[in-house]
């Protein structure tokens, strides 16, 4: 093991793939950094169980802590308690507004058991981040990823991405 640096501030540095503007940590997928018989191991919670950036965020922390002289890191998945965007850091969020895509708000309340059917007449307002209009309209729920949609200012006319309360 290296003692230069930490094991914690070498998986800090990692960024996500999909959102190559924030860490894995700001965006709150490392749940913890620990070692067991003198090996690192890094808990990850996946921003939904299907995330197809897994593989690559495994390998990107275990090549980060090996760069550093961490040999033989352990990257294991914790899929409970399931991720939120209110795991995302304010440095998260600062960071993905400076990139354009609009952060989410505090995630839904729910209770325990069965996800109760809640019908909206209006969606929450998403303000565009360009010119500052406090509504836009919604293009595509589903954006470059799973957890993003895709907006346009009606004022301005631009399109832009907001990162979806889950």
């Known amino acids: 093991m290296n003692g230069a640096v930490s094991a914690d501030r070498v998986v800090a540095g990692v960024v996500d793939p999909e959102l190559p503007m924030v860490t894995l940590v700001e965006l709150g997928v490392v749940r913890e950094v620990t070692t067991e018989r003198e090996r690192v191991v890094v808990t990850v919670t996946p921003t939904y169980s299907g995330c197809p950036a897994m593989e690559v965020i495994r390998a990107d922390i275990r090549a980060a802590l090996e760069q550093s002289g961490f040999t033989g890191a352990v990257v294991r998945t914790r ?61 595509t729920r589903f954006g470059a990823t799973a957890c993003r949609e895709l907006r346009r200012c009606p004022d301005c006319r631009e399109p832009f991405e907001h990162m979806k309360e889950i």
Not at 111 to 139: D, K, Q, Y
């Open 79 to 139: 899929l409970a308690p399931a991720w939120t965007t209110d795991w995302i850091s304010a440095s998260g969020k600062r960071k993905l507004a400076a990139a354009g895509i609009v952060p989410p708000g505090p995630a839904p309340r729910r209770a325990s058991g069965p996800v109760p059917l809640t019908l909206r007449v209006r969606p929450p307002a998403v303000a565009c981040p360009r010119c500052g209009a406090a509504e836009s309209e919604l293009i």
